[in-house]
């Protein structure tokens, strides 16, 4: 089953299937990482309250602690805006997919379904795995704000380096004439050494203080790792079975005439 379709297809393709794929990451998020968020929350509040019944009381009319304004955005806000953003983010996702399965699709033999797949899991080990192993996801309360800035870079650097690995895996098993399953074995060895080197060049980011609770941190990090691995796992699946949707109404149904014997 080819992947068939021009770009503008597959373009479209990708779209509806990082919709849908931002849509489930989104219910997996209000579900499992907004009670992680909330717990982080209010371990930050109760750490601030006495900073803030230290102070001393005597303040100038105008500037009580009631009249500080609120966040910008609340709470609740947030949560149902995560559905909008990863909605969007989905979308996003979704045309450099599409995007990167049709050039794809002119060095492989795979089936349409075939090449969704692998593409998303390829895509899932460099921009999700890699960087999450290395810098793994922390919790509000955690992480000095003034360090946010070099931890973004160093995540897009993570990033980056997922992509190399890929890369080199790819070539390496294009490369090597032997059977395929050496060349799979060849492929990850090479992901694996690239990954391996990245890791020891790049700096180490530890942030979390020794007071934080490590179940929660645990739990924070799971869901987050949860809710990216069902953002490309939804987008693989969703637009291997677009494409299958699309090669059936594509193909043309031959009736069998009977012949008279």
């Known amino acids: 089953m080819p992947l068939i379709g021009s770009f503008k297809t597959l373009l479209l393709r990708g779209l509806l299937a990082g919709l849908i794929a931002g849509l489930l990451a989104a219910t997996v998020g209000y579900f499992v990482?907004?009670?992680?968020?909330?717990?982080?929350?209010?371990?930050?509040?109760?750490?601030?309250?006495?900073?803030?019944?230290?102070?001393?009381?005597?303040?100038?009319?105008g500037n009580?602690?009631?009249?500080?304004?609120?966040?910008?955005?609340?709470?609740?806000?947030q949560k149902a805006g995560q559905f909008l953003a990863l909605g969007l983010a989905g979308m996003a996702f979704g045309a450099l997919f599409a995007s990167a399965v049709n050039i794809a699709r002119r060095f492989t033999n795979l089936s349409g379904p075939q090449l969704s797949l692998t593409s998303a899991v390829l895509a899932w080990a460099a921009i999700v795995a890699v960087p999450f192993f290395k810098y793994p996801a922390t919790p509000p309360a955690v992480?000095?704000?003034?360090s946010m800035?070099?931890?973004?870079?160093l995540w897009?650097?993570?990033?980056?380096?997922?992509?190399?690995?890929?890369?080199?895996?790819?070539a390496v098993y294009r490369a090597l004439a032997v059977p395929d399953t050496l060349r799979l074995v060849a492929g990850v060895g090479a992901f694996v050494v690239v990954t391996t080197v990245g890791y020891v060049l790049l700096p180490g980011v530890n942030e979390v203080a020794d007071d934080f609770p490590a179940t929660l941190l645990w739990h924070f990090r799971v869901a987050s790792l949860a809710e990216t691995t069902t953002l490309w796992?939804?987008?693989?699946?969703?637009f291997a079975?677009?494409?299958?949707?699309?090669?059936?109404?594509?193909?043309?149904?031959?009736?069998?005439?009977?012949?008279?014997g």
Not at 149 to 153: A, K, Q, S, Y
């Open 233 to 238: 796992a939804s987008l693989g699946l969703a």
């Open 241 to 260: 079975a677009l494409t299958e949707f699309a090669s059936r109404r594509s193909t043309p149904v031959v009736d069998q005439v009977p012949t008279a």
């Open 143 to 146: 992480g000095d704000p003034e």
């Open 156 to 170: 897009l650097a993570a990033v980056v380096l997922g992509l190399l690995a890929i890369a080199a895996a790819v």
């Open 64 to 77: 009580s602690h009631e009249d500080e304004e609120g966040p910008l955005v609340s709470r609740s806000g």
């Open 33 to 61: 990482g907004e009670p992680q968020i909330d717990a982080a929350i209010a371990i930050e509040e109760a750490a601030a309250a006495p900073v803030e019944h230290g102070q001393d009381t005597a303040q100038a009319p």
């Open 149 to 153: 800035n070099e931890r973004t870079w």
